[in-house]
């Protein structure tokens, strides 16, 4: 006879199920909000072009989609998003431009370490299948690198720089909308990729292919017109990566599951070495998942910047 389930036990179990279904329930919310971006990029590139909108339209836009994107993917875990942004705006706006950069790096490393930890210790790394967590490291890497550019660009000499250091060197502390924009806009906000503040407000005001090709010295090579540069190759090349990191860990994690590690026969009856061998062989099994989400978010950004 089987003995009777205790109430900590079906509390546990109801627990787990929960948790299944809002993992998978994310994780579908996820990469809906993927290929919708993927969407919008287009929308956006020809109805609101630089020519058809303004900069704080197109900023805008951008802003609250990325809102809508986030909530609607992480729920009301999308929250720590939207604290992190504006505790580092106020420190952007009060802060010391000497202090600016370790200030803004404590406070957002502090609080992501904080978020981790809370994983690890109050949710057991399992309840969410794709949690705020990635979104949050993807705005703290947009947050101390503007930090460190603000600080180049006001609290040091040109010569002190280097050529890199000059060019991506902001001057001015950004707008709210801007920096809203820039951390929390559409094509960037679930799965990234970071870019620099410059880049992005270029973008944003149509200046980006000129700079681009004024590195090139473009007038020298015989140009007399700036061209207009197509997005299909890059983004058709992205998404065949896209759809064979979706197969790899399609096929992968159905022969190497990953809850087999934890299998009383695994643990007891295999071989240390073998145990050790199948731990990296699931490691390397999960990270198409990862290859999937970036690369996907990267052919939105291509169709996004590439105008």
Sequence with gaps: NHPEPTCTSRRWGLLFLLSGFLGGYMLINFVACQLFALLAAFWFRIYLGPSHASS???HAFATLFGIYFAVFCFGWYSIHLFVLVMLNYGIMNMASIPNIHRYSFVVAMGYLTLCHISRIYIFHYGILTTDFSG??????????????????????QAEELTAEQNRLAVKTRPSLLEYLSYLLNFMSIIAGPCSNYKDYIAFIEGRHVHMKLLEVNWKQKGYDRLPDPSPTGAVMYKLCITLVSLILFLTLTKNFPMAYIIDNEFLDKTPFLSRLGYL???????????YFAWTLGKSGYIIYFCR
């Design 280 to 290: 990296y062989v699931v490691t390397q099994a999960a990270k198409p998942k990862y």
């Design 135 to 156: 979104p949050l490291m993807i705005i703290t890497q947009k947050i101390t690198t503007l930090a460190c550019q603000l600080h180049d660009g006001i609290g040091r």
């Design 56 to 58: 704080a339209v197109r």
